[in-house]
């Protein structure tokens, strides 16, 4: 046990020391949330009305926030595919180790990356007028709320990494699925415009209760979210860490096992 | 001792459609080498993917150190060593990042896996290159620190998958120069390879194996001579050509080959320069001008073609492609 979890952390080291090694990753995976924020605040932020003190940049946050650790999906899944491609699980897979080690160091190393993005973007964030006010063990908490979000979705990612074995179509079929999922949401504009089926997707998008979590968290109301009195959007934290334990309980059995019978050719 | 035993292994893909192996049998001696040479698709990467773990077979059994690979994987990882067709590293880590973390991942200590890597390095001429990123490496240096990689525990048996495989020639002699140091040192080796050379060079026992099973087993020496090992090819002028036939006759006592068209004697020798020189000097008593000369050493295509009665790549584009998935 303690062996494996020995194992997990060099895997995880491993994702730590591409990030020195290859600076370039973690600046444009940096700058890309960075610049989102920038362009809401500044180009949705007069057109929608928030409603709340502060003005809509206090309601964007915590959907970029949501939106970007969401994403962490996509290099888990892309990373995963290259080292498919490449032959490195393969090899990998003929060490002794613990067959969980690859992929539970793999997501751990992915959701760490987040911490960086994520304080940069809080920066980025108070400098343009962000102001949390529910105080320092609440936002704190926020923040481990969203690292937890996204080690929950490298778990997807790890599952598409593996059984797509091509980093290009990996991308593409991650783009295509998590983008509107992240758009569907409550996340960048109020759900009460959307036609009413994508409403009651909306309401139960597990993005929109992380962005509905986090609003609560960081002191904001949730203006954007509350278009019905469901389950969803009475309890987000709730709701929230059910999606959690609910993705990471079906993903992580089912990668592990992907892994075990993964072969390259 | 038998270090590897595989009997009657069987693989299909795609649900039977494909046939990698179809009752595959063989063993290597311990401290030995042995050569799997087939052309592409005759399953030799199969094979070694089921020996090194990372495959179940259909049917049959295979042990590896006397352990059984289905049934106790994690033991047979242990003791083996796999170097694949493609260097299996991360491109964005150094040489040094890549060893001491497989280091780790066997199990070594910290301080025991940077010893390790600093040794490898020094070994494959790689010191210098060390502190740099896989993807600034040339071909054979992926290749010499992906062997290295595979050599951090000190395995018992080691699998190299057509190690030089795309390597240009001088990757190649330095490729070799690596497996003949480790062959030394005493490693049992199963390596493949579509290079009847390579096999010759490097292995003291060939299996030759065609559509998953083998069909040929010996020294190369032995293998030479049921292919018929080196052969004389003499070309001269038509009107030369019944002297020279009778010439060639006599001087080594075979009944040569001859095609009218092309003018061309054939003849097996067993000592070639030897024969060549008494030819040549023959010839030249004789006044007879050879327009082309050469001693042919078998090839894998002569090899296929005198074991199977049919050409290796023609069997094979056809399975290879149905192989891929």
């Known amino acids: 046990m303690i062996q494996t979890i020995g194992d997990c952390l060099v895997i995880t080291k491993r994702q730590l020391l591409q990030l020195i090694r290859v600076p370039e990753v973690i600046i444009f995976a940096t700058i890309q949330p960075a610049m989102f924020v920038l362009l809401f605040r500044y180009v949705f932020g007069g057109a929608i009305s928030s409603g709340v003190q502060g003005g809509y940049v206090q309601l964007l946050m915590p959907g970029i926030f949501v939106q970007t650790v969401a994403f962490t999906l996509a290099g888990t899944a892309v990373g995963l595919a290259e080292d498919m491609q490449k032959g490195l699980i393969d090899r990998f897979r003929s060490l002794p180790i613990a067959r969980s080690a690859v992929v539970i160091g793999r997501t751990i190393g992915d959701s760490t990356q987040n911490i960086v993005t994520l304080v940069v973007m809080a920066l980025v964030g108070f400098a343009v007028g962000w102001r949390p006010s529910s105080g320092f063990f609440k936002v704190f908490l926020a923040f481990l709320f969203l690292l937890a979000f996204g080690f929950s979705m490298s778990w997807i990612g790890v599952l598409i990494g593996l059984s797509v074995r091509e980093a290009r179509v990996a991308q593409n079929l991650v783009f295509i699925s998590v983008f509107p999922l992240t758009f569907l949401s409550n996340a960048f504009a109020p759900t009460t415009g959307m036609p009413r089926v994508l409403q009651y997707f909306a309401e139960w998008n597990p993005v929109s209760t992380m962005v509905a979590a986090c609003r609560q968290l960081f002191g904001t109301p949730n203006h954007f979210g509350a278009t019905a009195n469901s389950w969803p959007s009475q309890n987000p934290l709730w709701m929230s860490l059910l999606y959690m334990a609910l993705i990471v309980g079906i993903f992580l059995p089912l990668s592990v096992r992907k892994y075990k019978n993964a072969s390259s050719k | ?325």
């Open chain 2, 1 to 325: 001792m038998k270090s590897v035993i595989a009997e009657n292994l069987t693989k299909t893909y795609r649900n039977g459609e494909v046939k990698a192996l179809a009752g595959l049998s063989l063993d290597v001696e311990e401290g030995t080498v042995l050569a799997v040479l087939g052309p592409n698709g005759a399953g030799k990467t199969t094979l070694v993917r089921i020996l090194a773990t990372l495959l179940t077979p259909d049917t049959g059994s295979a042990s590896v150190g006397g352990i059984d690979v289905v049934k106790n994987p994690d033991a047979v990882r242990q003791i083996i060593g796999l170097s694949g067709q493609y260097a299996a590293l991360d491109e964005t880590l150094t040489g040094w990042d890549n060893l001491t973390m497989f280091g780790r991942l066997y199990h070594l200590s910290g301080s025991a896996s940077k010893k390790r890597a600093e040794e490898l390095l020094e070994r494959f001429s790689l010191t210098e290159a060390a502190k740099r990123p896989i993807r600034t490496y040339s071909g054979g240096m992926r290749r010499r620190l992906d062997l290295a990689a595979s050599l951090i525990i000190k395995p018992k048996v080691l699998f190299l998958d057509e190690p030089t495989t795309g390597l240009d020639p001088r990757g190649r002699q330095e490729m070799w120069g690596v497996i003949d140091e480790l062959v030394k040192g005493g490693v049992t080796l199963l390596l493949t390879t579509q290079y009847l050379e390579e096999a010759d060079h490097l292995a003291d026992d060939i299996a030759v194996i065609d559509h998953g099973t083998v069909i040929a087993r010996g020294t190369s020496d032995v293998l030479k001579s049921q292919v018929g090992g080196e052969r004389l090819e003499l070309v001269v002028e038509s009107h030369n050509l019944s002297a020279a036939v009778a010439l060639v006759k006599s001087a080594l006592s075979v009944d040569p080959t001859v095609d009218d068209g092309m003018r061309r004697i054939t003849v097996p020798v067993s000592e070639s320069s030897a024969a060549l020189v008494k030819v040549l000097r023959l010839l030249d008593e004789a006044k007879i001008h050879p327009l082309d000369i050469a001693l042919k050493r078998p090839s894998l295509d002569d090899v296929f073609i005198s074991l199977t009665g049919h050409v290796a790549e023609e069997a094979v584009v056809e399975v290879a492609k149905k192989g891929r998935k």
